[in-house]
């Protein structure tokens, strides 16, 4: 169980990262928030970044935007 903490995100090596807001869940599984991210055509490479006293990464999902 962690408090509110967060992923840093970076799409291509962009900089600065985008903030995505874990909240704190009481250590039950939830989703968090969505954010939006654009991808450039092709192969895209996301880096997932947290302090090394953090929580883990169940899985995420991506999904199209229309």
């Given at each position: 169980?962690?408090?509110?903490?967060?992923?840093?995100?970076?799409?291509?090596?962009?900089?600065?990262?985008?903030?995505?807001?874990?909240?704190?869940?009481?250590?039950?599984?939830?989703?968090?928030?969505?954010?939006?991210?654009?991808?450039?055509?092709?192969?895209?490479?996301?880096t997932f970044d947290r302090p090394?006293?953090?929580?883990?990464?169940?899985e995420f999902t991506?999904?199209?935007?229309?």
């Amino acid at each position: 169980v962690h408090g509110d903490q967060s992923l840093a995100l970076t799409v291509n090596g962009a900089n600065p990262p985008i903030g995505v807001p874990v909240p704190f869940t009481v250590g039950a599984w939830q989703n968090t928030a969505a954010v939006e991210v654009t991808l450039a055509r092709g192969k895209n490479t996301l880096t997932f970044d947290r302090p090394a006293q953090a929580f883990g990464l169940k899985e995420f999902t991506l999904t199209p935007v229309k």
